[in-house]
């Protein structure tokens, strides 16, 4: 088993930058770049349980042949041809801030085929072309959404202008899945696209701080009456 807790910074092209068995990460701050291949690709089980892990990739940037556990830590996943993250087996979210960027349909932001994912804690944006399936056995409220265009602003706001999301992606995207803790129950929310923020800070993309001033409305609305919230955007069936 391996178990990083050291930071590392690297830049790989050609092959796969991490193959192991198991891996097990605990801490530290680790940034990669592939030009070919994945990014931390694990042939059993993969572990996060906390540390800053950047990963811009062609391929997958996190994958597993069986399941993925992230339990904490700030993680940003950017493919540039496949899936964000990627497990063969279930993926279970318990903790930490996830940003997950995939391609078009039918690569994903998070990708576990019609297997479990699963999310209890933390704050998970997910967009590409599609989305697996949310299990109805989370417990953190989760819309699967339409998208946006690259560098546009999408913005998740309540009736009465609480924020719930503001999030800027580098790239196109037509399905987003976010959850969080800002999602209340059996609340209405509206979808915003373009805008700006002014004074605001941000981390890989999804925005801390800052005032937005709005943009397009979106003629969806939706409601929270359940932990997961179909409005828009394409879930995968495969």
């Known amino acids: 088993m391996n178990a990083f ?3 590392i910074s690297a830049s790989y092209s050609g092959t796969d930058a991490t193959i192991v068995p198991y891996i097990n990460i605990n801490n530290g701050t680790i940034n990669i770049t592939t030009g070919a291949g994945e990014g931390i690709s694990c042939n059993n089980v993969l572990t996060i349980n906390k540390g800053a892990i950047s990963i811009t990739a062609i391929n997958d940037c996190l994958n597993a042949e069986k399941n993925i556990f992230i339990n904490g830590g700030d993680i940003y996943a950017y493919s540039k041809a496949n899936d964000g993250i990627d497990s063969n087996g279930d993926l279970t979210i318990t903790g930490g801030r996830v940003v997950a960027i995939g391609t078009v349909a039918p690569e994903a932001g998070l990708d576990c085929d019609l297997r479990t994912l699963k999310i209890t804690g933390g704050t998970v944006i997910g967009v590409g072309g599609t989305t697996s399936p949310p299990s109805t056995t989370s417990t953190v409220r989760t819309v699967v959404t339409g998208g946006a265009e690259a560098n546009q602003f999408i913005h998740i706001e309540a009736a009465d202008g609480t924020e719930a999301l ?4 580098p ?3 037509a399905t987003m899945l976010y959850a969080g803790p800002k999602l209340k129950a059996n609340t209405t929310y509206s979808i915003y696209t373009g805008g700006s923020v002014a004074a605001g800070t941000w981390l890989n993309g999804f925005y801390l701080t800052g005032t937005y001033t709005k943009g397009t ?13 179909r409005a828009g955007g394409t879930i995968s069936t495969k």
């Open 5 to 7: 807790s050291k930071g």
């Open 166 to 169: 503001t999030f800027q992606s």
């Open 171 to 173: 790239v196109k995207f």
């Open 217 to 229: 409305k979106s003629a969806t609305t939706f409601t929270t009456a359940s932990v997961v919230t």
